[in-house]
């Protein structure tokens, strides 16, 4: 059974940045692809960004490559998620999930989640 717990979330000015982890423990990490998610107020949960168990692929929801950037430590059992250039409309709550299907995009995918990181841009 996997744990997942992430951190590194709050409150940010837009066009600031944040970079949040996601750290696994009762299983080996590096067996898994890992995603993040994010829901905002009111809103579905949604597909924020994908990285395979070595790390050498990553997957992004349009709009969004080039400001976030998901990342990998096997070692540390750590997925990160690097956000840049904040914008109010980022403000949600952020979840890491693991999974072994390799098929990113759809939450009912992934086996294992977080319980989630606020994270607030005010503009």
């Known amino acids: 059974q996997v744990q997942l717990v992430e951190s590194g979330g709050g409150l940010a000015q837009a066009g600031g940045s944040l970079r949040l982890s996601c750290a696994a423990s009762?299983?080996?990490?590096?067996?898994?692809?890992m995603g993040w998610f994010r829901q905002a107020p009111g809103k579905e949960r949604k597909f924020v960004a994908g990285i395979s168990w070595s790390g050498a692929n990553t997957y992004y929801v349009d709009g969004l490559r080039g400001r976030f950037t998901i990342s990998r430590d096997n070692a540390k059992s750590t997925v990160y998620l690097q956000m840049i250039s904040l914008e109010p409309e980022d403000t949600a709550v952020y979840y890491c999930a693991a999974q072994s299907s390799n098929r990113y995009y759809r939450g009912a995918e992934y086996d294992y989640w977080g319980q989630g990181t606020q994270v607030t841009v005010s503009s």
């Open positions: 009762g299983g080996a990490i590096s067996r898994y692809a």
